[in-house]
């Protein structure tokens, strides 16, 4: 059974910086595409950046770019979105995802079939 569980998340200003971490249990992620997404209230869940299982292809949405960056640790299990100058508007609940089938980055949510609980961001100007 494979579990994911996103930690990192937190109450920042404009500016500040996070680092969300999402480990993995039941399952080396050495093969799998992993990806972030986000979901503010009302609003439709988004990909924020993924990363598949070779390194090869990693894919940020527009807004994140040059701000967030996505690693992996096979070793350790784990991939992390490490985010900069965030900004009111990156205030949504984070999500990390995993699928084993990808050979690529997809933005489709309901293509991953792995999914964490999710961690709160939130960003005060």
């Known amino acids: 059974q494979v579990q994911l569980r996103e930690s990192g998340g937190g109450s920042v200003q404009a500016g500040d910086s996070l680092k969300l971490s999402c480990s993995v249990s039941?399952?080396?992620?050495?093969?799998?595409?992993m990806a972030w997404f986000r979901q503010a209230p009302e609003k439709q869940r988004e990909l924020v950046a993924g990363?598949?299982?070779?390194?090869?292809?990693?894919e940020y949405a527009e807004p994140v770019k040059g701000r967030f960056t996505i690693t992996r640790d096979n070793a350790k299990n784990t991939v992390y979105l490490q985010m900069n100058d965030l900004k009111p508007e990156d205030t949504a609940k984070y999500y990390c995802a995993a699928d084993n089938r990808m050979m690529v980055v997809d933005a489709t949510a309901t293509k991953y079939n792995y999914w964490g609980q999710g961690t709160q961001v939130t960003v005060s100007s």
């Open positions: 990363i598949n299982w070779a390194e090869i292809h990693i």
């Open positions: 039941g399952r080396r992620i050495s093969t799998f595409t």
